[in-house]
């Protein structure tokens, strides 16, 4: 499978502030994927990241609030924008390969004070 | 509202013995189905994938599809304490949005 890293792995942010997060594979993906995990809960895909066009948003989840870029096919980033106490949470990238199968980076914990 | 629905546990069993998994989803429309395992602290893990009725095996770990009935579900034979995590059953309908159950945590006891 694909190697994936995101940077950062953590970080601690106040209220009103903006995070960016990274996410790298090693290999040309077409799809890449943004999720959230939210404290004790199970995993909530925020967007697909297309290369070369506009993400796609799921249902609660707007442009404004969490922009995404996709400049080529192994990069994508993530900005957490004008972040509040319930942006806390586990932050994950992942990747389709062979067609079916996705893997996930190592997460990004964001805590939000 | 496509859902995926899991038994949220603990789970417990033994050491040595068999952990039992299930879930079930409502699209009808869907085609894949992959088991993950997730540790405190970690991002989740693919352990198994399947696309067809019946079993798929892969070490200790048997992947059991029933389209007709809308249920997946996951043995672990042989239990060991480095079993013990959350495991997420997720669901590919058309297109390529997975979508997650809730989450099983499993602890095995030695």
């Known amino acids: 499978s694909a190697v994936i890293s995101q940077k950062p792995s953590r970080d601690i942010c106040q209220r009103g502030t903006s995070l960016t997060i990274q996410c790298q594979v090693d290999?040309?993906?077409?799809?890449m994927f943004w999720y959230r995990q939210q404290p004790g809960q199970s995993l909530t895909l925020i967007a697909t990241?297309?290369?070369?066009?506009?993400?796609?948003?799921e249902s609660g989840f707007v442009i404004d609030k969490f922009p995404i870029s996709r400049p080529n096919l192994t990069f994508s980033t993530l900005t957490v924008s004008n972040m509040s106490p319930e942006d806390s949470s586990i932050y994950l990238c992942?990747?389709?390969?062979?067609?079916?199968?996705?893997?996930f980076g190592p997460g990004t914990r964001l805590t939000v004070l | 509202q496509k859902e995926v629905e899991q038994n949220s546990g603990p789970l417990s069993v033994p050491e040595g013995a068999i952990a039992s998994l299930n879930c079930t989803y409502s699209d009808r429309g869907s085609q894949s189905f992959f088991w993950y395992r997730q540790y405190s602290g970690k991002s989740p893990e693919l352990i198994m994938s399947?696309?067809?009725?019946g079993d798929k095996e892969d070490g200790r770990f048997t992947a059991q599809l029933n389209k007709a009935s809308q249920y997946v579900s996951l043995l672990i034979r042989d239990s060991q304490p480095s079993d013990s995590a959350t495991y997420l059953c997720a669901v590919k309908a058309a297109g390529n949005k997975l979508t997650f159950g809730g989450g099983t945590r499993v602890l095995v006891k030695p």
């Open positions: 992942s990747v389709e390969w062979r067609d079916n199968e996705q893997f």
């Open positions: 290999s040309q993906v077409t799809m």
């Open positions: 990241a297309n290369q070369g066009s506009e993400a796609t948003y």
């Open positions: 399947i696309y067809s009725n």
